[in-house]
T-cell receptor, first 113, second 111 residues
Framework: AQSVTQLGSHVSVSEGALVLLRCNYSSSVPPYLFWYVQYPNQGLQLLLKYTTGATLVKGINGFEAEFKKSETSFHLTKPSAHMSDAAEYFCASAGAGSYQLTFGKGTKLSVIP | DGGITQSPKYLFRKEGQNVTLSCEQNLNHDAMYWYRQDPGQGLRLIYYSQIVNDFQKGDIAEGYSVSREKKESFPLTVTSAQKNPTAFYLC??????????FGQGTRLTVV
């Protein structure tokens, strides 16, 4: 069974600082990987996804993530945090050939002015 | 516009009452899902369906029921057997090995 681990349930950064949200997956076969963002009382919105090909994936709102098979990681980064980035972020994986998504427990990002 | 519509946005349930949450999608996705979200616990899968007239239990199916009579619709019933139903419920759909699209959620409160 797949599992997704997000390190840190709560991360705080200053406005303009680097954002780094960590995600590790466990799978015997490289999965498909996703990052979602959730604003309060709303659904989840896809930020970016990795399926195959280029390991550095660019998403919306200036976010990007790098798939590192050797480290089984898919960390999310943004060079400069903005107040509007304050939200909860979820990492998820899906096995190739599978419908089912496995989610991490989420990381709440706070941005300090 | 294509998307997933959940209704209602807010729902109040009395003790011992069954309530049904609606989820409709026009994305022509085969798979649909129901998740429950509680603070600090992430998303927990209740039920999912990969095809019409078929569905499977997720991690926390007890006290819930679903149906999938149409490809577009996947309603969730929270029964009186669910002892702690107050939560935020999210419906999603996906195509094969692809990202899930989410509705805006229904917040259910027991009164």
């Amino acid at each position: 069974a797949q599992s997704v681990t997000q390190l840190g349930s709560h991360v705080s950064v200053s406005e303009g600082a680097l954002v780094l949200l960590r995600c590790n997956y466990s799978s015997s076969v490289p999965p498909y990987l996703f990052w979602y963002v959730q604003y309060p009382n709303q659904g989840l919105q896809l930020l970016l996804k990795y399926t195959t090909g280029a390991t550095l994936v660019k998403g919306i709102n200036g976010f990007e993530a790098e798939f590192k098979k050797s480290e089984t990681s898919f960390h999310l980064t943004k060079p400069s945090a903005h107040m509007s980035d304050a939200a909860e972020y979820f990492c998820a994986s899906a096995g190739a050939g599978s419908y089912q998504l496995t989610f991490g427990k989420g990381t709440k990002l706070s941005v300090i002015p | 516009d294509g998307g997933i519509t959940q209704s209602p946005k807010y729902l109040f349930r009395k003790e011992g009452q069954n309530v049904t949450l609606s989820c409709e999608q026009n994305l022509n996705h085969d798979a649909m899902y129901w998740y429950r979200q509680d603070p600090g616990q992430g998303l927990r899968l209740i039920y999912y369906s990969q095809i019409v007239n078929d569905f499977q239990k997720g991690d926390i199916a007890e006290g819930y029921s679903v149906s999938r009579e149409k490809k577009e619709s996947f309603p969730l019933t929270v029964t009186s057997a669910q002892k702690n139903p107050t939560a935020f419920y999210l419906c999603a759909s996906s195509s094969y090995s692809n990202e899930a699209f989410f509705g805006q959620g229904t917040r259910l409160t027991v009164v």
